[in-house]
């Protein structure tokens, strides 16, 4: 694997137009859609062979309702929204502790990831995708950026976009390795998705107990649940690839709890897809380097537990193409992009850590409570 270095140069006065967004997921596509609105010319390269199904609700908050309405596509999300549901919260012997209302978890518009990214995908056809493929070495050069691929012919890029999520390879190529921007939060997560053994309900549940958790979330109109579970330890399990072994440590780290947990396992037990990763937050100097630049959670994730993962995605998109086309200077849009988002990306993060508090060290009847700073949005 490459290293990127930096081309120490004077700045271009072209304007930047052929673009390369790693990563087809919520931040890569809408970067996508409205690069393409601005006449950039694009291309999107995911590892997936197609883009993701299935996975987990995900909600919008805030200023990124109206980017989807800028965009088209506030009815295709309303239409295909998950219901509202709160969610009961049970104390160690599982009786209810506390209800959480519907917004705490479910933002002001819910929905399943696999839906939202059919809806993406569909605005972003026209756009080419090389899927089953990945970067694999960046190299600056006077004209842009050199981007060799694992299959595609190598070819030079204005600028290059890492959408590609926590794990991002674009950010490991051009700012260094994982560890020196990920920040661990205490405790690791799981989740998956099984055939439901509750009875048809549009409800959630939240099981807790000595900094571990189990949550479920049911819809009437599915047969199906999903399942988190979460555990506090002082050292993140890095490996993500053996499956086998992630469902050995969730059955030793969960298998004494009561309430449903057991039969829960023994779901786990039976599915091929499972979520396995420590609960963490990208916290960067800087999201740009020369013509590279992030966004997304390669940028600055806040962590699942702060429920504002999707909305920072949509709306730093839509700030970093807005910028792009605004600004003839790469590097003037990047600047404007980040002093654009930090406040509101601390104040995502600052929630994310205080809702890994919440699951870590439950106090009876606490609420949690997720409040985002407001942000006015430009017109591009």
Known sequence: MSVFVPFNRKELAVAPKKVLVSGAGVAGEVLAFWLKQHGFSVLVVECATTHRTGGYDVDFRGPALEILDRMGLIDEVRHRQTPRRE??????????????????????????????????????????????????????????????????????????????????????????????????????????????IFPPADRGFLYRLGGRAAGVSCRADRQDMQVVFSFATDSPLDDRSDAVRQKVVLVEQLGDMKWEVPRLLDAMGKVRELYFDPMSQIRMPSWSTDRVVLVGDAAACAAPTSGLGTSQAVVAAYVLAGELARNAEHAAAFSEYERQLRPYV???????????????????GQQLEVDPIKMKLKDY
């Open 87 to 196: 969610t009961l919260v049970l104390d160690p012997e599982g009786e209810p502790e506390l209800t959480v209302p519907p917004e705490v978890f479910g933002g002001d518009i819910e929905i399943r990831k696999g839906d939202l990214i059919d809806i993406l995908a569909a605005a972003t056809r026209e756009i080419p995708h090389w899927f089953d493929d990945t970067v694999t070495a960046l190299a600056a050069q006077t004209d842009g950026v050199y981007v060799e691929f694992r299959q595609g012919e190598s070819q030079v890029f204005d600028l290059v976009v890492g959408a590609d999520g926590v794990h991002s390879t674009v950010r490991s190529l051009a700012f260094g390795p994982e560890r020196e921007f990920a920040h661990y939060l205490g405790m690791m997560g799981a989740g998956f998705t099984a055939p439901t």
């Open 346 to 364: 601390i104040e995502n993060q600052e929630i994310g850590k205080r809702g890994a508090e919440w699951f870590l060290k439950p106090e009876a």
